[in-house]
C-alpha cells in the first residue's frame, strides 16, 4: 500500500440504496431502503441482520444482479448504477459472488474443470495447457488437490463444494467479493475452515470483501466493518471492535444480548426482544425498529432516524442514542 | 426392564438403528446410550448425520423401513410408573404414548402443521384425539395452550391458518399442540435452528419457563453449543452414530475429554470469549477434514483421520465409551492423558 491509510477513496462507496419489489395487490416490498456505507479497499465489511432484513437483496443489488429502485453504488470512481449493460459487463468481472448453498450452487452434470473453465470463458482467459495450469493453481489456492478437476460436485463434501464456489468466485481475479453467507449451510466443524480460507485468501490477494451473515460472531472473526440491517435499513454501522464492545443501537444491543453463550456458567443477560420483525410490505412509521424496542417513545413514530455519526467512523440511527448512552 | 431407577424417565440402551440396503448398510445409531432424569433437560449434540435426528425418531417409533432398529432398548416410564420398552412397543402401544404421554417438536413447524386447517382446530383435534371432551372444551383449552406459549392476541390467532403466523409463531403453535395433554416427556429436534437469534432466545426462555411450570423432561437435539448451554443439565456428544462423550454441562464446557468435543468448542465463534481476550484477531480454531459418511467408516475411532491426537492404535482399535471422571464419559483410547 503505497497511499496513507485514510486518504484514499473507499472501494466501494453506496449512497442512498434503495430496492423494492412490487407485491401483490398493487403494494410494494421495501426491501432495502436508504442504505448507506463504504467499503475500503483491501478490507471486509460484515452485514448483519436477521432473516429478511434485505442483506441478500442489498448484496445482489451492488453487483445489478437484480436491478437497484435508486441511489448511487461508486465502484473506483464510477457510478456503476448508471451504467449502460455494455460498460457494465467490464465491471462485472471485478465484481463476484459467493453463494450460501454449495449444495444447488454447482452445477451437477459439470466436472469442476468445466465449472472453473466457464469461468475462465468468462474473462476471455486462453484456452490450452497454460489453463490447466490455472485450473490447477485455483485448486490449490483454495485447498484442493489438481486431481480434483476431473471430479463432479457431489464427489465433494460441503466445505470442499464452498471452496470451489470461492475458486470459481476469484477465477477472473475480481477486485471485489459479495460472500453471501458463505457458511451458514455448512457444519460447524467445516465453517472454521472455510472462514479461515476466506482470511486468508483475503489478506494474501488484496481482496476486498463484503461479508454477509445473520451471525454476529461468526462476522466479528472476519470483519474491520460492521453493518448492521433490519427491516431494509441499517441500524448502526461502524469499526468491527467499536460495535461489539460499545453497541450503541439498541437493536444491535439486543443482537449481542439474545446470542447464546457456549458458556454455561455465563448465562445471557436477559434482554427478550419481543414480538416479530414486521412485514416490509408494511413497515412501521419513523424508526423501522420502534414495534420492537424497549426503548420506543412517541417521536420514534414520527421521523426516520438518520446516522449520526458519533466519532471513529461509528454511526448509530437512533433519536435515542445519546440519552441512552448517558442511562448506562 | 424393571430396572429403570425410579428418578429415570428414558433410558436408552445400546440402541442400534441401522439402514439396510442391498449393498450396503447405514449404522446411523450404533450402540447409543443415555439415560434422561424427570424434569430434566439432556442435549444430544453434534454434526450433520451424526444420528440425531434418527436416535429421536427411532424413541418416537417412526422410523420407516428400510430404517429399523437392530438392537438395544428404549425404556420409557409413562406417568402412571409404568415402564416400556419402545423399541419393541406394537403401533397400538405407540398410538396411546404419542402426544400423551411423549410428544415432538421439529425443526421446521410448517411441515408438521396441516396447511389445511387453523391452529386451533389442530390443537384441538390434539386434545380430544387423547382425552373424552366437547369441541367447545377442546377449543378452550386449545386457547389456554396458546395463551401458555405467549401468542399475543390469542383469541383472535385460533382461527389462523398456519401460514399467516411468522415461523418464530409457528413454533410456539407446535409447542402448544405438544404440550396441549401434558406429555412427561418432549422431544425437540431443533427446534430453534430455523429462527432468528432473538427469536431463538424467545422460544428457549418459553421452553425453560413451561418447563418448570408443567414439569415435563427434555431430550433436547440441536448442533449449537450455545442453545446446550443455556438449556442442558446434561450433554450427549455424537459422532458418526455413536457417543463420543457424555457428561453434565459444567463440566463438559470446563473439560472436554474428547478431542472431538474439544475441537466443537473451540471452532465455535463466541463473541463473548473473544471480546475479552482483547488485541490482534486471531485464527478461528478449525477441526481438518469433513465427517466420514457412516457407509464408510475408518477402522478404530470413527474420529482418527481428523483428531490431531491420533496415535497408530487409533486407526485400529475401536475405542470404548470409558469413565474418565465423575458421571463424566468419553470414547478415545487417550483419553486418560489428554
Ligand atoms: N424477488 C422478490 N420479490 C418480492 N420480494 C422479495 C424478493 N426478493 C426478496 N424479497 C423480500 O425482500 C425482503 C428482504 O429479503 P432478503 O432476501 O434480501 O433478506 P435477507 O436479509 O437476505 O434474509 P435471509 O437472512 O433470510 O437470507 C424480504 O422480505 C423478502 O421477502
Ligand atoms: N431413510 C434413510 N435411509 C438411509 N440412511 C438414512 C436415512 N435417514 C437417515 N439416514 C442416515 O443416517 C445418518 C444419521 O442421520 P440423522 O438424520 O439422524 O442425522 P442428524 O444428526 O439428525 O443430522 P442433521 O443435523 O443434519 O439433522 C445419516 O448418515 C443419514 O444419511
Ligand atoms: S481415540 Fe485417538 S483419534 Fe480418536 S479421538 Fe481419541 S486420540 Fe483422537
Ligand atoms: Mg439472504
Ligand atoms: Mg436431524
Redesign the interface.
Do not use: K, W
Given at each position: 500500500m503505497s497511499s496513507i491509510p485514510g486518504t484514499t477513496p473507499p472501494l466501494l462507496q453506496v449512497e442512498g440504496l434503495i430496492k423494492r419489489f412490487p407485491a401483490r395487490g398493487g403494494k410494494t416490498v421495501h426491501a432495502v431502503e436508504d442504505v448507506n456505507f463504504s467499503v475500503k479497499r483491501g478490507t471486509t465489511v460484515g452485514l448483519v441482520g436477521e432473516s429478511g432484513s434485505g442483506k441478500t437483496t442489498a448484496g445482489r443489488t451492488l453487483l445489478r444482479l437484480i436491478e437497484p429502485t435508486g441511489g448511487r453504488a461508486i465502484f473506483d470512481g464510477t457510478d456503476i448504477f448508471a451504467l449502460p449493460d455494455k460498460e457494465m459487463r467490464a465491471y462485472r468481472r471485478r465484481m463476484q459472488i459467493i453463494f450460501q448453498d454449495p449444495f444447488s450452487s454447482l452445477n451437477p452434470r459439470m466436472r469442476i474443470e468445466a465449472i472453473l473453465g466457464e469461468a475462465l470463458d468468462a474473462c476471455g482467459y486462453p484456452r490450452g495447457s497454460k489453463r490447466k495450469d490455472r485450473v490447477n493453481e485455483l485448486l490449490s489456492l483454495v485447498g484442493l488437490q489438481p486431481d480434483h478437476a476431473r471430479r463432479f460436485p457431489h464427489e465433494f463434501s460441503g466445505g470442499q463444494r464452498q471452496r470451489i464456489g470461492i475458486a470459481r468466485a476469484l477465477a477472473v481475479e475480481p477486485d471485489f467479493v459479495v460472500a453471501d453467507e458463505p457458511v451458514s449451510a455448512l457444519d460447524v466443524s467445516v465453517q472454521a475452515q472455510v472462514l479461515n480460507l476466506l482470511s486468508d485468501l483475503q489478506k494474501r490477494l488484496g481482496l476486498t470483501l463484503l461479508f454477509i451473515a445473520h451471525d454476529l460472531s461468526v462476522v466479528e472473526y472476519l470483519c474491520d466493518e460492521v453493518v448492521v440491517m433490519y427491516l431494509g435499513r441499517v441500524m448502526e454501522r461502524g469499526p468491527s471492535r467499536l460495535v461489539y464492545t460499545s453497541p450503541r443501537h439498541p437493536y444491535t444491543k439486543a443482537l449481542l444480548a439474545t446470542a447464546p453463550i457456549p458458556d454455561p456458567e455465563r448465562r445471557r443477560l436477559h434482554v427478550p426482544l419481543a414480538g416479530d420483525i414486521p412485514s416490509p410490505i408494511n413497515p412501521p412509521s419513523g424508526c423501522v425498529f420502534r414495534t420492537r424496542c424497549a426503548h420506543a417513545i412517541d417521536a420514534c413514530a414520527q421521523t426516520v432516524p438518520t446516522a449520526d455519526h458519533i466519532g471513529g467512523d461509528h454511526h448509530v440511527a437512533c433519536i435515542r442514542h445519546r440519552e441512552l448512552a448517558e442511562i448506562s | 426392564m424393571s430396572d429403570l431407577a425410579p428418578d429415570t424417565i428414558l433410558s436408552v440402551r445400546d440402541l442400534r438403528t441401522w439402514f439396510k440396503s442391498r449393498r450396503v448398510i447405514a449404522k446411523a445409531v450404533d450402540g447409543v446410550t443415555f439415560d434422561l432424569k424427570r424434569g430434566q433437560t439432556l442435549a444430544v449434540v453434534g454434526?450433520?448425520g451424526s444420528g440425531k435426528s434418527v436416535t429421536s425418531l427411532s424413541i418416537m417409533g417412526l422410523l420407516s423401513p428400510p430404517g429399523g432398529i437392530e438392537s438395544g432398548e428404549v425404556l420409557f416410564r409413562d406417568s402412571k410408573g409404568v415402564v416400556h420398552d419402545l423399541a419393541r412397543a406394537s403401533a397400538r402401544e405407540f398410538r396411546r404414548l404419542r402426544g400423551k404421554e411423549i410428544a415432538m417438536i421439529f425443526q421446521e413447524p410448517m411441515t408438521s402443521l396441516n396447511p389445511l386447517y387453523t391452529v386451533g382446530d389442530q390443537i384441538g383435534e390434539m386434545i380430544a384425539l387423547h382425552e373424552r371432551m366437547s369441541h367447545a372444551e377442546a377449543r378452550r383449552r386449545a386457547l389456554e395452550m396458546l395463551r401458555h406459549v405467549e401468542i399475543?392476541d390469542a383469541a383472535n390467532r385460533l382461527d389462523d391458518y398456519p401460514h399467516q403466523m411468522?415461523?418464530?409463531?409457528r413454533q410456539r403453535v407446535m409447542i402448544a399442540m405438544a404440550l396441549a395433554c401434558n406429555p412427561s416427556l418432549l422431544i425437540a429436534d431443533e427446534p430453534t435452528t430455523a429462527l432468528?437469534?432473538?427469536?431463538?432466545?424467545?422460544i428457549?426462555?418459553l421452553l425453560r419457563r413451561l418447563q418448570d411450570q408443567f414439569g415435563m423432561s427434555i431430550l433436547f437435539i440441536t448442533?449449537?453449543?450455545?442453545?446446550?448451554?443455556?438449556i442442558a443439565q446434561d450433554v450427549v456428544v455424537m459422532y458418526s452414530g455413536r457417543v463420543v462423550e457424555h457428561a453434565p454441562?459444567?463440566p463438559l464446557?470446563?473439560k472436554q475429554k474428547h478431542p472431538y468435543t474439544q475441537?466443537?468448542?473451540a471452532?465455535?465463534?463466541?463473541?463473548?470469549?473473544?471480546?475479552s481476550a482483547s488485541g490482534e484477531?486471531k485464527?478461528?480454531?478449525?477441526?481438518?477434514g469433513?465427517?466420514p459418511p457412516i457407509t464408510a467408516l475408518p477402522p478404530g475411532c470413527a474420529f482418527a483421520p481428523?483428531c490431531r491426537y491420533a496415535i497408530d492404535a487409533c486407526s485400529s482399535i475401536p475405542p470404548q465409551l470409558e469413565a474418565v471422571g465423575d458421571h463424566h464419559l468419553s470414547r478415545c483410547l487417550r483419553s486418560a492423558e489428554l
Open positions: - | 454434526e450433520s399475543p411468522s415461523g418464530g409463531m432468528d437469534v432473538t427469536i431463538q432466545s424467545q428457549l426462555d448442533h449449537n453449543l450455545g442453545v446446550v448451554a443455556e454441562v459444567v464446557f470446563r475441537g466443537l468448542l471452532c465455535t465463534p463466541n463473541a463473548a470469549r473473544d471480546l484477531r485464527a478461528l480454531y478449525s477441526i481438518p469433513s465427517v481428523r
